[in-house]
C-alpha cells in the first residue's frame, strides 16, 4: 500500500474512532449545533452558544475542553477551539468537518454551496423544460415564464411554482407539459369548451382542471400572465376569468342578444345581418356567427347595453333607431368579443340592476370600456329602482371592489339603504 493510502486508511480510522466517542457521551445536541454553525460559515469558524446544558453535556465539555462549565449558566465555544481540543489526545489530527460527516452518516456543504447546486439542478430541469417545449410551435412564452417563475423570488408564481418543484408527489415536468397542452386545445375552441372536455383531451383526466388541482393553479398564473388578466380571488372572478381563456364554466351555449348591428366580412362585404334591424326584430348571435365576422358597425353612434333582457326587448320597440345589446346578467366571451369589434367606431350606454353583483357588472365594463356610459347608475335612479328585496351584509361587503367613482357613491347609498332595485322598474 503506498504511503498516502495507507495515512489516509489510519485517518479513516481515526475518525471513525473519535466518532464511536463522541456518540458514547451524550453529544447530539452539540453536535447538531456545530453541524448548523458550519454550513453557515463553510468553515470552521463562528461560535457556538449552547443554553439550559445538561449535567452530561456539561461534564463532556468540562473533560474535552479542560475549561469550567457552570451549571445554568450559556456556554459559548468557538468551533476552532471544539477542533483543537482534540491536539494532544489519542484523536489528535481529527477534523471538524469529517467528524461531522462521520458523526451524522452524510455529507456537510456549506449553505452557499447548496444554494449554489440547487441553482445549477434549476438551471438544468429549466434546459430540460426547453427541450420538451422545443418540439410544439409558439411556446417559447410558456418556457421564459417557467424560467422565471422559477428563479425570480419576486415573480408572481414563484411560491407556487417551486412548491411544485420540491414536492416529490408532484412531476412539475408532468404538469407543465399538461399546460402546454391545454394551452392548444383552448386556442383551437375559440368558441369555447367546457371545463371537463379541456382537462380530458389536454391531460386524458377530465377532473385535472377541478377546484385545487395543481393545473388549474399553474393554469391561472400563466393565463393571468400570457393574456394580461388579474389573478382572480373569487369564484365569480375566477368564472369570468376562465370564459375570456374561452373555458366554458358551464355547457350551454355562448350566446348574445342584439339589435341594430351589421357584420362585414374580411373583404368588407356585409354580412346580412341589416335585414333584422330592418324589419325592427333583434338577432341572437352565436360564436358561429363571429367566424368570418371582420368587423361590426352599428345602426346608431351610441349601441345601448342592458344587463336584463326585458328590458333590452322594451328597448327595442320603442327606440328602433339605437342599436342594442343584452348581456343577459355576467358577460360572457362572446359579449366581449361583440363590444370589442364595436368598441373603435361607437360609444356604449350601459344599464343594470341596482345589486351588488350589478354594480360590479357595470364596474368590470368600465374598466374594460374606458368610455362606457354609466350615468343610468345615479343615486337619483337607485331611488326610483328600489325593490322590498334586502340585500345581506355578505353581499353588500362586494361593493368595497368598485373603483368607479360614480359606482362608488350609489354604492355608499346602497350600504346605507340595504335594499335592491331593478333596471325594468325604470
Not at 494532544?88 to 454551496?113: A, H, W
Not at 412539475?172 to 392548444?184: H, K, M, T, Y
Amino acid at each position: 500500500m503506498h504511503t498516502f493510502e495507507a495515512n489516509e486508511a489510519k485517518l479513516e480510522r481515526l475518525h471513525l474512532e473519535c466518532v464511536q466517542y463522541l456518540k458514547s457521551n451524550e453529544t447530539e445536541r452539540i453536535m447538531k449545533g456545530l453541524w448548523a454553525k458550519y454550513r453557515s460559515y463553510g468553515d470552521v469558524m463562528g461560535i457556538l452558544t449552547l443554553s439550559n446544558l445538561t449535567e452530561n453535556e456539561r461534564l463532556f465539555l468540562r473533560g474535552l475542553l479542560k475549561k469550567k462549565v457552570t451549571p445554568g449558566v450559556s456556554f459559548r465555544v468557538s468551533l476552532k477551539a471544539f477542533e483543537d481540543a482534540f491536539v494532544g489526545t489519542v484523536y489528535e489530527g481529527v477534523s471538524l468537518p469529517r467528524l461531522l460527516e462521520g458523526y451524522f452518516g452524510k455529507p456537510i456543504e456549506s449553505k452557499k454551496e447548496g444554494l449554489t447546486k440547487a441553482l445549477r439542478a434549476k438551471q438544468d430541469f429549466i434546459e430540460s423544460i426547453k427541450v420538451m417545449l422545443a418540439k410544439e410551435q409558439n411556446t417559447h412564452h410558456l418556457a421564459q415564464w417557467v424560467s422565471e417563475a422559477l428563479l425570480n423570488s419576486q415573480h408572481k408564481a414563484y411560491k407556487l411554482v417551486n412548491g411544485f418543484y420540491m414536492d416529490a408527489q408532484v412531476s412539475l415536468e408532468g404538469l407543465i407539459g399538461d399546460l402546454e397542452a391545454l394551452i392548444r386545445c383552448l386556442e383551437a375552441h375559440e368558441g369555447g369548451i367546457g371545463i371537463p372536455v379541456a382537462a380530458g383531451v389536454a391531460t386524458g383526466n377530465p377532473h385535472a382542471l377541478d377546484r385545487g388541482m395543481p393545473l388549474r393553479k399553474l393554469l391561472v398564473y400563466y393565463g393571468s400572465e400570457r393574456y394580461g388578466l388579474e389573478i382572480p380571488k373569487t369564484l365569480h372572478e375566477t368564472d369570468v376569468f376562465f370564459e375570456m381563456l374561452n373555458l366554458n364554466v358551464d355547457e350551454s351555449p355562448r350566446l348574445v342578444l342584439t339589435y341594430g348591428l351589421e357584420a362585414f366580412d374580411v373583404e368588407g362585404r356585409r354580412m346580412g345581418w341589416d335585414i333584422f334591424s330592418a324589419r325592427c326584430e333583434p338577432l341572437n348571435l352565436s360564436t358561429q356567427n363571429l367566424k368570418s365576422v371582420r368587423s361590426l358597425r352599428a345602426i346608431s353612434d351610441n349601441i345601448w347595453c342592458y344587463e336584463n333582457p326585458s328590458t333590452f326587448f322594451r328597448s327595442i320597440q320603442k327606440s328602433p333607431q339605437n342599436a342594442a345589446i343584452c348581456t343577459s346578467g355576467q358577460p360572457n366571451l362572446l359579449v366581449y368579443k361583440v363590444l370589442d369589434k364595436l368598441v373603435d367606431r361607437h360609444g356604449f350606454v350601459y344599464s343594470g340592476d341596482f345589486d351588488p353583483e350589478g354594480l360590479l357588472i357595470a364596474n368590470r365594463l368600465k374598466n374594460r370600456y374606458l368610455r362606457m356610459d354609466l350615468s343610468f347608475f345615479s343615486v337619483e335612479n337607485y331611488h326610483l329602482a328600489l325593490s322590498n328585496e334586502v340585500i345581506s351584509e355578505t353581499r353588500l361587503k362586494q361593493l368595497k371592489q368598485l373603483t368607479d367613482a360614480g359606482l362608488q357613491l350609489v354604492g355608499a347609498e346602497m350600504r346605507c339603504v340595504k335594499r335592491a332595485g331593478y333596471e325594468e322598474r325604470l
